[in-house]
């Protein structure tokens, strides 16, 4: 996973739109060669365990609709993972829908050597202010940091952040990381309500690119990230 001799790392997120895009995971994974894939809105009891070369590092358990994150195996050694909560909005008080909003894991990659954190992550949705994601975004980097302190780190998700990504992208470059949006919109929902929902943040990663696969089944269509940058150990 180092650009210094051409091992990109390749990470899907998806957002299953409360898991009716359950039977895209696989051929999502497969047919874009990924060697993470991070899914949003799942139903976790209602997932694999192992599909083809994935195995599931690990899921939420207490969310009605939550995160689950594979890898691929013959690409990673998996070192641990943590669920963490976040910070609630209105709509997750009254709601319930969604109280763990970010899974990380710490990964060890066989090719370079070196480590990596990945996370999946899932803001509050919309009817919240864009100061409480900012807070949850940088919540979450924090978390991730402390799993495993000075590793390099890529968080994908649906970020519902669909506007004035400006102020979220100074917030976050203060603690050193880069926002990267997708190539085109994600968001294929509501008739007025468009835009790039689902992006990467990154520390110590390069972004080759972000970028919009075609659209399935949910209102979100998913992103693939191509990162190098890590130094082979």
């Known amino acids: 996973m180092t650009g210094q001799n051409g091992n990109t790392m390749r990470v899907?997120?998806?957002?299953?739109?409360e898991h009716t895009a359950k039977g895209e995971i696989r051929a999502l994974a497969e047919?874009?060669?990924?060697?993470?894939?991070?899914?949003?809105?799942?139903?976790?009891?209602?997932?694999?365990?192992?599909?083809?070369?994935?195995?599931?590092?690990?899921?939420?358990?207490?969310?009605?609709l939550g995160l689950a994150a594979y890898y691929r195996r013959s690409r990673f050694e998996l070192l641990g993972t943590n669920v963490y909560a976040l910070k609630?909005?209105?709509?997750?008080?009254?709601?319930?829908?969604?109280?763990?909003r970010l899974l990380a894991m710490h990964l060890h990659d066989r090719i370079s050597g070196a480590d990596v954190l990945i996370g999946s992550f899932h803001a509050?949705?919309?009817?919240?202010?864009?100061?409480?994601r900012k807070k949850q975004v940088e919540s979450a980097h924090q978390l991730?940091?402390?799993?495993?302190?000075?590793?390099?780190m890529l968080m994908v998700g649906d970020f519902n952040y669909p506007w004035f990504?400006?102020?979220?992208k100074k917030r976050i470059e203060r603690d050193g990381f880069v926002l990267t949006r997708s190539s085109t919109?994600?968001?294929?929902?509501?008739?007025?309500?468009?835009?790039?929902?689902?992006?990467a943040t990154s520390y110590d990663l390069t972004i080759e690119d972000v970028v919009?696969?075609?659209?399935?089944?949910?209102?979100?269509?998913?992103?693939?990230?191509?990162?190098?940058?890590l130094a082979t150990a």
């Open 165 to 168: 990504h400006g102020g979220l």
């Open 12 to 17: 899907v997120s998806y957002n299953l739109r």
């Open 31 to 64: 047919d874009h060669s990924a060697d993470v894939l991070c899914l949003q809105e799942a139903d976790t009891k209602d997932i694999p365990d192992e599909f083809g070369e994935f195995s599931l590092a690990a899921s939420t358990r207490n969310n009605r």
């Open 88 to 100: 609630k909005s209105m709509h997750d008080r009254v709601m319930s829908p969604a109280h763990e």
């Open 212 to 229: 919009t696969l075609p659209a399935g089944i949910s209102d979100h269509r998913p992103i693939l990230v191509r990162a190098t940058g």
């Open 144 to 152: 991730m940091r402390a799993l495993a302190p000075g590793v390099p």
């Open 124 to 132: 509050a949705p919309l009817t919240a202010t864009n100061g409480l």
């Open 185 to 199: 919109p994600t968001y294929l929902g509501y008739k007025y309500v468009k835009g790039h929902f689902d992006f």
